[in-house]
């Protein structure tokens, strides 16, 4: 028997979704796939809850992913744990041949985003320890779900063809997609959905947010002692400060669309000795990768004017970096149709009231929940970046995002963590895993519509050519998060449920 993380709320998952429209009934494999998800909402919630009190951040999700590939393959699916160089990167496929469609998402949590669930006070489950203030754990049942639902429906009806997905590592450090498009995933895919959490259905199409790169200058210099010989010393936290201001005085003269922000990672020894060593982590980002890289090239130019100035030496590490999502508007009208047939949950009104106190305590408007899913046009695109944007320029994408969210609780605080295991999750879960594999069947049982995106994407996608950031030699941060996991876990396991969720 598997344990579910039980919200006081009441609202039962199996009945999300019961009543379908008539548009869904039209398509006995939809069908299928929908008894699949309502019939496993349960597992798919152990999935999502299990993932969350994992809180595992970015290329230390072992956990979660021993998890999913342990249910997986219990499933029936193929599963790769490892790949492209990372141990926490998984894929999982089942089927051959064509048309592969792949769902693209990621599991990972927040630093310091531990939160006890349902809980409108800041009261973290272990003080200082991650935690998924985004929800992600809600992207491991909702993939694992739907891409079952599809894998039934495949076996049932013989639709040939393959259904996979990609958990890709260190999705908020934007750190593992340039490496698994490099690794060559996604070359016989003809399509992806694109998934992450929010507070309604939605899909969108065109640029839908921005790109991003992140490098680490490192100055070096010479110590001395600040009173008795200071001439000697080269100060690398000087050239630190003179690239911020240099950095400052260039911003006027960029184009409005631009972000930059920085922290300084080594700033100094102690006052009486001048440092040889100082550090400064940047990251720029534009609505276009060329435009992000001809901002990022002026930056370089300014470390370099900063050591000049000083008289130290620098060199840049390449962190991380993420083109903005293209999404195609042939699989979103795709997607839209199916989101409109699947519909909103219909939210109790415990559930309705919690979402309005919840607001009220945090100092949001008071809306509840959405009833109605977001019209297709009506995303706009965002300032953020996910890495999952380096996918979408190789191979046709939609996008899906499913309300498992409360509106107006943003993501990387604490808040954020408040909701992910509560009954509002998974009914938000139920749709969306129906939603996706709706979609998935669309582009596995329509040669047209792959051709179609295929042929758009042709187009849309030449625009602007695809170059990835990485050096040739880059690896991935594969220690990224590993002190701080090392801390945390042993007083994080005591929150961990015994799940073994199977589908059936
Ligand atoms: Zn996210």
Same mark, same amino acid.
């Given at each position: 028997m598997n344990r579910t993380f039980t919200s006081i709320l009441i609202g039962s998952v199996a009945l999300a979704g019961a009543l379908l429209p008539p548009a869904a009934q039209a398509d006995e494999r939809k069908q299928l796939a929908f008894e699949t998800i309502d019939r496993n909402a349960a597992e798919m919630a152990a999935i999502s809850d299990s993932i969350f009190f994992f809180g595992e951040p970015g290329m230390q999700e072992v956990e979660s992913t021993k998890l999913l590939k342990?249910?997986?393959? +219990?499933?029936?699916?193929?599963?790769?744990?490892?790949?492209?160089?990372?141990? @926490?990167?998984?894929?999982?496929?089942?089927?051959?041949?064509?048309?592969?469609?792949?769902?693209? @998402?990621?599991?990972?949590?927040?630093?310091?985003?531990?939160?006890?669930?349902?809980?409108?006070?800041?009261?973290?489950? *272990?003080?200082?320890?991650?935690?998924?203030? !985004?929800?992600?754990?809600?992207?491991?049942?909702?993939?694992?779900?739907?891409?079952?639902?599809?894998?039934?429906?495949?076996?049932?009806?013989?639709?040939?063809? @393959?259904?996979?997905?990609?958990?890709?590592?260190?999705?908020?450090?934007?750190?593992?997609?340039?490496?698994?498009?490099?690794?060559?995933?996604?070359?016989? *895919?003809?399509?992806?959905?694109?998934?992450?959490?929010?507070?309604?259905?939605?899909?969108?199409? &065109?640029?839908?947010?921005?790109?991003?790169?992140?490098?680490?200058?490192?100055?070096?210099?010479? @110590?001395?002692? &600040?009173a008795v010989n200071p001439w000697d010393g080269k100060d690398a936290v000087d050239a630190v400060e003179l690239m911020d201001i240099g950095f400052d005085k260039l911003r006027e003269h960029?184009?409005?669309?631009?972000? +930059?922000?920085?922290?300084?990672?080594? &700033?100094?020894?102690? /006052?009486?000795?001048? /440092?040889?060593?100082?550090?400064?982590?940047?990251?720029?980002?534009?609505a276009s990768m060329p435009a992000a890289k001809t901002t990022y090239d002026k930056l370089v130019k300014i470390a370099e004017g900063a050591a000049l100035m000083t008289g130290t030496t620098y060199d840049v590490q390449y962190a991380a970096s993420a083109w903005p999502q293209l999404a195609s508007k042939t699989i979103a009208e795709a997607i839209q149709k199916n989101i409109d047939a699947v519909g909103m949950p219909?939210?109790?009104?415990?559930?309705?009231?919690? +979402?309005?106190?919840?607001?009220?305590?945090?100092?949001?408007?008071?809306?509840?929940?959405?009833?109605?899913?977001?019209?297709? &046009? !009506?995303?706009?695109?965002?300032?953020?970046?996910?890495?999952?944007?380096? *996918?979408?320029?190789? *191979?046709?994408?939609?996008?899906?995002?499913?309300?498992?969210?409360?509106?107006?609780? !943003?993501?990387?605080?604490?808040? +954020?963590?408040v909701t992910p295991v509560s009954s509002i999750s998974h009914k938000g879960q139920v749709a969306g895993a129906k939603v996706l594999a709706a979609s998935i069947i669309d582009l596995m049982t329509s040669p047209e519509l792959v051709a179609k995106a295929r042929a758009e994407f042709e187009v849309e996608s030449k625009r602007i050519p695809y170059f990835s950031l990485l050096p040739p030699d880059a690896k991935p941060p594969v220690d990224l998060n590993r002190t701080e996991m090392e801390k945390f876990r042993p007083d994080m396991r005591k929150f961990y449920l015994s799940n073994t969720p199977r589908f059936n």
């Open positions: 342990g249910t997986l393959e +219990a499933a029936g699916f193929r599963v790769e744990l490892g790949g492209a160089g990372m141990p @926490t990167n998984l894929w999982a496929e089942f089927g051959s041949g064509r048309p592969k469609i792949a769902i693209v @998402t990621e599991i990972d949590a927040l630093p310091s985003g531990s939160q006890t669930p349902l809980s409108f006070d800041h009261a973290p489950l *272990v003080a200082g320890a991650p935690g998924h203030m !985004e929800g992600h754990n809600t992207h491991g049942g909702v993939a694992s779900a739907a891409a079952f639902a599809v894998k039934q429906a495949m076996q049932r009806f013989n639709i040939p063809g @393959t259904v996979a997905i990609s958990f890709g590592p260190a999705e908020e450090q934007i750190a593992s997609r340039p490496f698994i498009v490099r690794a060559g995933y996604f070359k016989d *895919v003809d399509a992806v959905i694109v998934l992450h959490i929010r507070e309604t259905l939605s899909t969108g199409y &065109g640029v839908q947010n921005y790109a991003a790169i992140s490098s680490i200058f490192t100055f070096h210099g010479k @110590t001395a002692h &600040g960029l184009r409005p669309t631009y972000r +930059a922000h920085r922290t300084i990672t080594v &700033g100094g020894i102690q /006052p009486n000795i001048i /440092p040889d060593r100082g550090q400064i982590w940047w990251f720029v980002r534009d219909k939210w109790t009104e415990e559930e309705q009231k919690f +979402a309005r106190d919840f607001q009220k305590s945090a100092d949001r408007p008071v809306v509840g929940l959405r009833t109605a899913p977001a019209a297709l &046009g !009506e995303r706009q695109q965002s300032t953020s970046s996910n890495d999952n944007g380096d *996918v979408t320029w190789v *191979v046709p994408a939609g996008l899906l995002t499913f309300p498992s969210s409360v509106p107006g609780i !943003e993501y990387h605080e604490w808040h +954020a963590a």
